[in-house]
């Protein structure tokens, strides 16, 4: 079946720091691909998302670009930020009329001033 | 815009007792709609997911159960919480029709089983 494989955890980083939280997916196909955060005690927010080869997607100085040769979705920060501290997780979907999304198990990171 | 409320915000429930979490969303007609459950540490579980009024289709075999009685409303039930219910419950939709859109999470629910 489809799966996502993140990094596994807790990335700890100083402000301003580089960022990467790498993602790679199982799929038969070409899924859309997603980056969710979740900040401590709320609900998952779309960060960004890519539903094409090649495509990259970037919100808020993150950025992650779909790479099928590599079957990846890196997400990529130049300079993080205390406020960026969350959890982060890689998804895709297939769509179709039950749109179900599989997440990796999510990624812990820490940004310290 | 579209809005997606779950409550309650927090519940303390003994073992044994019933469960009940309701999800509403407003804004939008006829969504696909899910039910996750995110275990202390662990990634997410989904759990169920309609797409429609009283269809309801089960992940996850357990002692949870779903219903959708109306459009945009889907409940979380238990007849009788185990510990292992403990876990932060989140509630999210996308748009029907077999696109693939964003899909939209609510703020969660704080289940404690004690």
């Known amino acids: 079946g489809d799966s996502v494989t993140q990094m596994e955890g807790p990335v700890t980083l100083s402000e301003e720091a580089f960022l990467t939280i790498n993602c790679t997916y199982t799929?038969?196909?070409?899924?859309?691909l997603f980056w969710y955060v979740q900040y401590p005690g709320e609900g998952l927010q779309l960060l960004l998302k890519?539903?094409?080869?090649?495509d990259k997607g970037s919100n808020k100085g993150f950025e992650a670009t779909y790479r099928k040769e590599t079957t990846s979705f890196h997400l990529e920060k130049g300079s993080v930020q205390v406020s960026d501290s969350a959890v982060y997780f890689c998804?895709?979907?297939?769509?179709?009329?039950?749109?179900?999304?599989?997440f990796g198990k999510g990624t812990l990171l820490t940004v310290n001033p | 815009s579209q809005t997606i409320h779950q409550w309650p915000a927090t519940l303390v429930q003994p073992v044994g007792s019933p469960l009940s979490l309701e999800c509403t969303v407003e804004g939008t007609s006829n969504p696909n709609l899910y039910w996750y459950r995110q275990a202390a540490g662990r990634g997410l579980q989904l759990l169920f997911y309609?797409?429609?009024?009283?269809?309801i289709s089960s992940e996850v075999p357990q002692n949870l159960s779903a219903s959708r009685p109306q459009d945009r409303q889907f409940i979380l039930s238990s007849k009788k919480l185990l510990l292992s219910d403990s876990g932060f419950y989140l509630c999210?939709?996308?748009?029907?029709?077999?696109?693939?859109?964003?899909?939209?999470f609510g703020p969660g629910t704080r289940l404690t089983v004690l």
């Open positions: 309609s797409v429609g009024i009283g269809q």
């Open positions: 890519a539903t094409k080869a090649d």
């Open positions: 799929a038969t196909g070409y899924p859309s």
């Open positions: 999210a939709w996308t748009r029907g029709g077999g696109s693939t859109d964003t899909q939209y």
């Open positions: 998804a895709l979907t297939f769509g179709g009329s039950n749109y179900k999304l599989t």
